[in-house]
């Protein structure tokens, strides 16, 4: 890309706090495509006589901005394997996933060092680091990134020719349902998702990319785009501030928009209420949960009439799966939704097999034709393609769990429980870990929600199983619209009830409670974190 258009921007970080829309100002902190390819080989020089080389497990804790973009790409044209954790998955949790991807080296700002080294962070196997940013203090014990720069200038890089197969990261999960894993990504992994994604979305070169997820952002400039990095804190996207939002993509005229269901929530209902428009967007993606049919629609508003927001599926060990656009889901699918049949999020992408297998808590090691269920039956999905990921790294039975053994590679299990219809589309029914089982029956909770979801006072609903008695309960937990604070709680109760009496699937569920603010994940603020809720709901009854 920096052969074929070597003046665009690749990565622009967002001005804000000036009525001056002038391109100096706009375009004040940016690389082009050529910037990005000689700084990022500057660095790679650099690392490579500060001692990360080919195979580093290369620790990366910078915010995004210019120097994130160039590091990423110095430390893939090294063929050292990104370690990308979420600093907001919590302190705990960033020190387990550490500790388990045994990295050697460690790349951050001055905070994450300071946590590095407080709280003892791989002490046992990091032993070359580098601090990015100006901290005096620091930079006396740790090498700095200008000081990586400095040593590189006047070196020319060699690209080398990286075996597909090569490791080229280790991406963690959201951890929404436990401890998150770290997904081994090969270069062929990261290569079949641009191809599908370019070719799923009809992404052309010069188009320009809102960025609102860190790790997506980075496909942009790999499809020719601009990436606009937005001033928001990223581990927050439901808290965002729409009208920078809204000033980013119009300001810098993006034609693509990534963001999680809860910021295109929280931007549409402030764009909506300030009759704002989006007018060069010319597609809009969000992906993390399902995106709810009233969120879509409020969204909708803000872009042209024949702009679609697409909601591709899929999960760190394999992304996309699948897609479907707001069209579709407006016009057709939400009604099912609501009468409990799950969400649709669309057809298979043309480079993957999707198989619906018999739901079991078990290791599968090698596939068998007996495991796979008929159309319209509800089982657990089931990948195959370039793009689904082969391994955990150092979680050797996490892997045996979620894959599958063939004669020409192997099946991954995503956890989630689905059907595909007559057309061949997959309805997402929930996680297979959160289905709530009775003595009775089997709730799967993305069928149930939608049923009490359409209810107008109803933000979300959470199905969650409290074990009672001895026995396990489903109940149905509620967050109301923000406006519907004060409702009758009472009387709502009796309607929602009444609302679930009509369907199979809900008739038996007799507890409805109130929630102030479900617990979500870090990553999207979209996953919704119903483990939590079911030890909510049983301090709640008992």
Not at 1 to 9: F, G, I, N, V
């Amino acid at each position: 890309m920096a052969q074929q258009q070597p003046d665009t921007h690749a990565v622009v970080v967002q001005s804000t706090g000036t009525s001056d829309k002038s391109e100096s100002i706009l375009y004040k902190n940016s690389y082009t495509y050529q910037e990005l390819d000689e700084v990022s080989n500057l660095i790679a020089n650099g690392l490579k006589v500060h001692g990360i080389s080919k195979g580093t497990r290369t620790v990366l804790m910078v915010k995004p901005g210019l120097d994130f973009f160039a590091l990423v790409f110095a430390l893939f044209k090294l063929e050292a394997v990104l370690v990308a954790v979420d600093p907001g998955m919590g302190i705990k949790n960033l020190g387990k996933c550490l500790a388990e991807a045994e990295p050697e080296a460690f790349i951050g700002i001055s905070s994450a060092h300071i946590a590095r080294l407080t709280l003892g962070w791989s002490k046992k196997t990091i032993n070359k680091t580098v601090v990015v940013g100006n901290n005096p203090l620091l930079t006396r014990f740790i090498t700095s990134l200008e000081k990586i720069k400095a040593k590189a200038k006047g070196k020319k890089f060699s690209l080398n020719n990286t075996p597909a197969e090569d490791m080229a990261a280790v991406l963690f999960t959201s951890g929404s349902t436990g401890i998150p894993k770290g997904v081994v990504y090969t270069h062929a992994n990261f290569t079949a998702q641009h191809e599908a994604l370019k070719k799923l979305y009809d992404i052309q070169p010069g188009e320009r990319d809102l960025a609102t997820f860190p790790l997506f952002a980075l496909f942009a400039p790999a499809l020719g785009m601009t990436s606009v990095i937005p001033k928001m804190d990223f581990t927050r996207p439901g808290q965002v501030d729409p009208k920078i939002i809204i000033n980013a993509v119009n300001d810098y005229k993006c034609t693509t928009m990534f963001g999680s269901p809860a910021l295109l929530n929280r931007v549409g209902k402030w764009g909506g209420a300030n009759s704002s428009k989006l007018p060069t967007l010319k597609r809009v993606l969000s992906a993390g949960a399902p995106v709810s049919p009233s969120v879509l629609k409020r969204f909708k508003s803000l872009i042209n009439n024949e702009v679609q927001i697409f909601t591709p599926y899929g999960a760190t060990e394999s992304l996309p799966v699948s897609s479907i656009g707001s069209d579709e889901i407006l016009n057709e699918t939400a009604v099912a939704t609501i009468e409990g049949k799950g969400v649709c999020v669309g057809k298979a992408v043309s480079n993957l097999d999707i198989k619906i297998i018999k739901i079991t808590d078990d290791i599968i090691t090698n596939w068998n034709n007996d495991l796979e269920l008929p159309v319209n039956q509800i089982g657990e999905i089931c990948v195959k393609g370039p793009q689904v990921t082969q391994s955990y790294f150092n979680r050797d039975n996490a892997t045996r769990l979620a894959k599958i053994q063939t004669d020409d590679g192997f099946y991954h299990r995503m956890g989630d429980i689905a059907y595909l219809d007559d057309d061949g589309r997959v309805w997402f029914c929930g996680r297979k870990s959160q289905r709530v089982i009775t003595e009775t029956e089997t709730l799967y909770t993305i069928c149930c929600e939608g049923i009490f979801n359409k209810h107008e006072s109803v933000f979300r609903t959470a199905l969650v199983g409290a074990k009672l008695k001895d026995k396990i309960t489903p109940i149905i937990c509620v967050e109301l619209e923000p406006d519907q604070k004060s409702v009758n709680k009472n009387k709502l109760t009796e309607e929602l009830l009444e609302l679930g009496s009509h369907h199979s699937i809900t008739k038996n569920i007799k507890h409805i409670l109130f929630h102030s603010g479900f617990p979500v994940d870090i990553r999207h603020n979209a996953k919704i974190g119903r483990e939590k809720l079911a030890i909510w709901a049983v301090g709640k009854l008992t």
